[in-house]
């Protein structure tokens, strides 16, 4: 099962103190930026974020999954938890790189 358009926009609607929030749908399911960085993989209704140290202490309670087959496990992020929503991904994006230029 796809995400579906209103999991996507209460995604955004959490994210959006953070600054800009944008949404590419891939493949059914869709990746979430905060300001230009890729902080969420969204797959069946279920926010996934990369297992980084940085959030380890944060999400130590946390499920953890697979987004799709093939994919490394992740955490699974509880959107009911607005505000640690809010800090697990500002947390991330603090240690994730920007996307590397496409150069043609």
């Known amino acids: 099962m796809a995400c579906t358009p209103e999991f996507i926009e209460t995604l955004s609607d959490i994210l959006s103190p953070l600054g800009e929030v944008r949404s590419r749908k891939m493949m059914g399911d869709y990746v979430i930026y905060v300001n230009d960085k890729c902080v969420i993989t969204a797959c069946d209704n279920i926010a996934y974020v ?8 944060l999400m130590a309670d ?6 799709y087959p093939g994919a490394k ?10 505000q640690k929503v809010l800090k697990v991904v500002e947390t991330l994006w603090n240690h994730l790189p920007f996307p590397k230029s496409k150069k043609g």
Do not use: F, H, T, V
């Not at 990369?50 to 202490?57: E, G, T």
């Not at 946390?62 to 987004?67: K, R």
């Open 62 to 67: 946390a499920e953890s999954g697979s987004p």
């Open 73 to 82: 496990e992740a955490y699974i992020l509880d959107i009911e938890d607005s």
């Open 50 to 57: 990369k297992k980084l140290p940085c959030i380890s202490d």
